[in-house]
């Protein structure tokens, strides 16, 4: 009866421990579900910039054709007017590598960040493509591509129709990429 009660003992404990270990485990976490360790910031301006994830099926990281990346982050998905980020890898998308963005971009890579509204027509963009006849530039660094999770760092100047420039700097991101 001992003997019994011991290997019982000894067989609970080592499937807590086990269970325990994983716990804290992030990649775990991520196959599981657990978004608590997703996130987009930045500076804009000099301001802190945090992106709203909670609504992971419209805004996050997608991939909608091959050699593609596109990112687009709210900092409020009850208002998307307060700020967004967008970031698109159009040409040559491979994984992990520095891609320019804006002036001396491969193909249409861009990054943006808009405020206000389209539909009110208050809508102000400060971007880094090559389109538009923007001057602005940047670098989108991937480092990891990998178990459908993309990570990076990320800087631009954004610069608007009025030729105004933002600074967006100190970026950073760990998104779950959605497949389109």
Not at 7 to 14: D, G
Not at 31 to 56: C, E, M, Q, R
Not at 157 to 167: I, L, M, N
């Amino acid at each position: 009866m001992k003997a019994t009660f011991l290997k019982f003992n000894l067989l609970f404990l080592s499937v807590f421990l086990l269970l325990n270990s994983c716990g804290t485990n992030s990649d775990v976490d991520d196959l599981i579900g657990d978004n608590t360790n997703f996130y987009l910031t930045a500076k804009v301006g000099g301001n802190n910039f945090s992106a709203d994830l909670s609504d992971p099926a419209t805004w996050g990281a997608f991939k909608y054709h091959t050699g593609t990346l596109t990112i687009s982050v709210p900092d409020d998905v009850a208002n998307v007017g307060n700020g967004t980020m967008m970031i698109n890898i159009l040409s040559g998308y491979t994984g992990t590598g520095t891609y320019t963005v804006g002036v001396g971009a491969t193909g249409n890579n861009y990054a943006r960040y808009t405020t206000g509204s389209m539909s009110t027509g208050n809508m102000n963009s400060w971007n880094a493509e090559t389109s538009h006849n923007s001057t602005g530039t940047g670098t989108v660094t991937v480092t990891s591509d990998a178990n459908n999770i993309v990570e990076g760092t990320f800087s631009f100047t954004g610069v608007s129709s009025d030729t105004t420039s933002k600074q967006i700097t100190e970026g950073k991101f760990r998104l779950k990429i959605s497949q389109q």
